[in-house]
């Protein structure tokens, strides 16, 4: 059996179709899964509005169950049925939506939580569009219903604008012939290899999806290697056939990008190389009183509040450090919404009263807090020249690793804030935390304020996420305070 999963797995590396088929046991868990399912069954909802009646063809069996239960529901001529399921004996397709339009005639509709139409849709649909044709199935238009992220929320969600609707039979029939040899393809190759088959890494394992067995294929590559350097594909692929995949011997003049030039630079005189004077400059951008901002912020694809749009970054959370001198004892500042409430009105005002009047705001990647600022600002007229004040004082601490005034080998080339911490300040890790990441924050933040969650188990997600953000913001005082130690001990 070949699902329509499999296929794009097959389309993105055969070896990753043949690993889940044979070697389930070594797939990593998706990150963000429980986000990205949420979002998707949010839309679904949506999208569905249009067919009150369509009959939901899933069971709780396995998928022989929803099959027949499939071909028992079709056989009653309904007019709409959604999470059909459908077997010809070697393809398996399940989908979102059918929509009988004549006696023998479907139109096909995809819900994706996308906010555009991808070509893996149309792969996805092609293949389904097979399958459903060698069950009988005939299939007039075929549409992808997706979010229309120009849709701002007013009162109740008003499906009709927050779903956009595209006809995309042309661009599946296009390509139907050629799908048609690729599943072809990914039939035989199962047929013919009962051993793991051998392939080069090239840049396949994250295009367009993250791989689920990474951790697997990539065991033996070493730690820094030629797949941290950005080469051009031909380059990369040329190294990978001679088995070159240490850093080591690579040829200076193949690498295109400036950070990757400085990381490998880094790497070859086994010390970091660290401009002090470029350091210096850059800190003297800085004037104290010193605040450490850091958001934390939700984009759900249906947006939770009115005045928002799908995938809007809302900030719902933020940590502040301030500091009055270099010396000067830690003050901390944090806002946390708890609450089934669109969190900007009171969060726009406790921020900007913590943030005074003057000082530098510190942030790490300044592009994030100054969008999230100006599109608060644009929602919030009465609060946006204050918050064009803040923008005006934001500085990014990231900007001198940026352009590579310190680079050490460790940051292979990025200057996010998760490579720079471990190797400055190395006592200071998330590791210890319940949440560890920015997508983790988010995550909890809806599950935060789930109007039924146990009181203790708010409070104890509550706890975990103010310690992760404030963590954050105190990451970025000590990189300063290490950063100002170099210039201090400068000969
Ligand atoms: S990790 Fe890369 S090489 Fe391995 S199966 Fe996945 S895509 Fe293929």
Not at 328 to 339: G, I, R, T
Request: aromatic letters at 12%; hydrophobic letters at 35%.
């Amino acid at each position: 059996m070949l699902t329509k999963t499999q296929f794009l797995y097959y389309l993105q590396c055969p070896k990753y179709l043949w690993l889940y088929k044979n070697r389930k046991d070594l797939l990593e868990a998706e990150e963000d899964i429980g986000y990205k399912q949420a979002q998707g069954e949010n839309v679904e909802y949506w999208a569905y509005q249009d067919y009150p009646d369509a009959i939901d063809c899933k069971t709780e069996g396995d998928i022989f169950t929803d099959i027949n239960n499939t071909k028992n529901i079709i056989s009653s001529s309904p007019q709409a049925v959604i999470q059909s399921s459908f077997f010809d004996g070697e393809l398996f397709c399940r989908n979102d939506l059918l929509v009988r339009i004549s006696e023998d005639e479907w139109n096909l509709i995809e819900v994706k939580a996308t906010t555009k139409v991808e070509d893996i849709h149309i792969i996805d649909l092609a293949f389904q569009k097979q399958c459903l044709s060698s069950c009988g199935i005939n299939i007039n238009k075929i549409y992808v219903y997706h979010v229309n992220n120009k849709y701002v929320r007013k009162g109740e969600i008003n499906p009709e604008e927050l779903i956009s609707k595209e006809d995309v039979t042309d661009r599946v029939n296009f390509i139907e012939m050629s799908t048609r040899q690729k599943i072809k393809d990914a039939l035989e190759f199962m047929k013919a290899y009962n051993d793991e088959p051998a392939v080069d890494i090239v840049k396949q394992c994250f295009n367009p999806y993250d791989c689920g067995f990474i951790n697997y294929c990539w065991k033996n590559v070493p730690e820094h290697s030629v797949y941290d350097l950005s080469l051009k594909e031909s380059d990369l692929r040329n190294l990978v056939k001679q088995g070159n995949l240490g850093i080591e011997d690579i040829p200076f003049n193949i690498i295109t990008r400036e950070n990757k030039k400085a990381y490998y630079q880094a790497y070859k005189i086994g010390k970091p190389i660290i401009d002090t004077y470029g350091i210096e400059e850059e800190l003297s951008n800085i004037s104290y009183p010193a605040y450490f901002l850091d958001y934390e912020s939700y984009s759900p694809a249906v947006p939770l509040f009115d005045k928002f749009h799908p995938y809007q970054q809302m900030v719902f959370q933020y940590s502040l450090h301030r500091k009055e001198s270099p010396d000067a004892p830690l003050e901390h500042f944090e806002f946390l919404s708890d609450n089934w409430i669109n969190p900007l009105p009171s969060l726009l005002e406790r921020l900007i009263s913590d943030l005074r009047e003057n000082g530098t705001i510190i942030v790490w990647n300044e592009s994030f807090e100054k969008s999230r600022n100006k599109e608060m600002g644009e929602m919030y007229p009465k609060q946006r020249e204050a918050l064009k004040l803040i923008n005006g004082r934001i500085y990014d601490l990231g900007t001198a690793f940026k352009k590579n005034y310190y680079v050490h080998k460790d940051f292979k080339g990025s200057w996010s804030i998760k490579a720079v911490l471990p190797v400055l300040i190395p006592e200071l890790s998330y590791k210890e935390l319940n949440i560890q990441g920015g997508s983790q924050a988010s995550e909890s933040y809806r599950e935060l304020i789930d109007p039924s969650i146990s009181p203790e188990k708010k409070e104890s997600l509550k706890c975990d996420m103010l310690k992760y953000c404030e963590l954050d913001t105190l990451a970025m005082v000590r990189i300063l305070e290490a950063m100002e130690e170099i210039i201090r001990k400068r000969p």
